[in-house]
Structure formats: structure tokens, C-alpha cells
């Protein structure tokens, strides 16, 4: 059971906009900054969105961060089939002292 | 180009010992925190503690704390994760990451920017 929550899958069709939730709590989301990672099949994690809205260099602006209250949101519009990743939100907790990560949610290009 | 570079698969059997590696490059590898997660078979992400090289400060998550030792060594720029008795339950695909530091609305944030390959361990009789 991961401290955030995100939905375990998305869908959608190439070219759509598709958006994934992160939930957590007034000691993660609530207090701190959500980092995005994309996971693509067989590879190591990658940093995608930082400080909530915030893209690294070479990152598409397709991808968008968003944050309100003890939530978050990817935003991802003009979906292409090698968006198909796993995407995982992380915050640092203050009760755990710790990074606490989402279940991750699995994206399919249909 | 900023670089985490770790060791080779290990396959071993329960109750041996083993410590893994992340060699940094690119950076100055003492200024950086850097990260381990552990990710199983299938499963998610878990943050398992973190090291700065600098000084060796070291923060373990509590559900990492006393079953693995997270060090690091300066003159090679290279962190290590390691344990003296591992159990079948610890087969998973471990990662390093450099945790970077910014300043926003009145106060420090931090996320991993770079990861390393990975270093798959698997434990079985």
C-alpha cells in the first residue's frame, strides 16, 4: 500500500489528452513539492516533472505538472504510442522523513 | 554528461552477503546526495534511504532501517548499498539517484534528476 495514491492504469488514444491523479496527505503533497518520474519498459526511472510543474531540459512541453492542495496532476496531451510508460508522483513525507512515491499508474496508447 | 554507473546483476543464495555500487561522474559526486530505491518483481518504487558523500551523513526509511547499510566512498565517487544477510524477499531491481536541490517559494525542494542503470539482485536457495 504506497502512501500516495495514484490510479494503478490510463488510457487513451494517440493524440488525446490524458491526465493521471496523485492523492496524498497534509505530510506530503500538502507540505512539499511533487516530483513526476516516467518509467518506460525495461529501463530505469526518469525525471519528468520537478517542484510540481516544472520540466528538465528535453522534456516535451506535452508533459505538465500540476498541484492543488494535497493533490497532483500529470497532464499529458498529444499522446504518442512511446508515452505508453509507467508514471510514478513522489513528494518528501514530513511525518516519515522520508520520499514517499505513488503505486504508479501503468499509460496504454490504444 | 552527468553519469550514475552501477554494478552487474548478482545472483545469490540466502543468508550471503553483498554490497552493490553506483559510480558517479560528470559532477561533483561529495556535493550531491545521493538515493537508493528498490523496486520488486512487478511492483512500484521505494525510497530506501540516502547518503551525502561529503560527509557521510546517511538517512535510512524506516522500513529500511537496520536491514541494509548505505555508504560511500570519495576518492572513487562511488556509493554503495549493501547487506550482510540477504533473504529471498530482497530479489528486486535496485537504483541510485543524484538528489538535486531547489529553491522555491521561500524554501528548498528536492527531486532525483538522475538515475542510475540499475543493478538487478536476485536471492534464491
Known amino acids: 500500500q504506497s502512501v500516495l495514491t495514484q490510479p494503478p492504469s490510463a488510457s487513451g488514444t494517440p493524440g488525446q489528452r490524458v491526465t493521471i491523479s496523485c492523492s496524498g496527505s497534509?505530510?506530503?503533497?500538502?507540505?512539499?513539492?511533487v516530483n513526476w518520474y516516467q518509467q518506460l519498459p525495461g529501463t530505469a526511472p526518469k525525471l519528468l516533472i520537478y517542484?510540481?510543474?516544472q520540466r528538465p531540459s528535453g522534456v516535451p512541453d506535452r508533459f505538465s505538472g500540476s498541484k492543488s492542495g494535497s493533490s497532483a496532476s500529470l497532464a499529458i496531451s498529444g499522446l504518442q504510442s512511446e508515452d505508453e510508460a509507467d508514471y510514478y508522483c513522489?513528494?518528501?513525507?514530513?511525518?516519515?522523513?522520508?520520499?514517499?512515491f505513488g503505486g504508479g499508474a501503468k499509460l496504454t496508447v490504444l | 554528461e552527468v553519469q550514475l554507473v552501477q554494478s552487474g546483476a548478482e545472483v545469490k543464495k540466502p543468508g550471503e552477503s553483498l554490497k552493490i555500487s553506483c559510480k558517479g561522474s560528470?559532477?561533483?559526486?561529495?556535493?550531491?546526495?545521493i538515493g537508493w530505491v528498490r523496486q520488486m518483481p512487478g511492483k512500484g518504487l521505494e525510497w530506501m534511504g540516502i547518503?551525502?558523500?561529503?560527509?557521510?551523513?546517511?538517512r535510512y526509511s524506516p522500513s529500511f532501517q537496520g536491514q541494509v547499510t548505505i555508504s560511500a566512498d570519495k576518492p572513487t565517487s562511488t556509493a554503495y548499498l549493501q547487506w550482510s544477510s540477504l533473504k529471498a524477499s530482497d530479489t528486486a531491481m535496485y537504483y541510485c539517484?543524484?538528489?538535486?536541490?531547489?529553491?522555491?517559494?521561500?524554501?528548498?525542494?528536492?527531486?532525483?534528476?538522475?538515475w542510475g542503470n540499475g543493478t538487478t539482485v536476485s536471492v534464491s536457495s
Open positions: 539517484a543524484r538528489r538535486k536541490k531547489t529553491y522555491y517559494s521561500g524554501s528548498y525542494h528536492y527531486y532525483m534528476d538522475v
Open positions: 560528470g559532477y561533483s559526486f561529495n556535493s550531491y546526495w
Open positions: 547518503i551525502y558523500p561529503g560527509d557521510s551523513d546517511t
Open positions: 497534509r505530510s506530503n503533497i500538502g507540505s512539499n513539492t
Open positions: 513522489a513528494a518528501w513525507d514530513d511525518s516519515l522523513n522520508g520520499v514517499v
Open positions: 517542484t510540481n510543474d
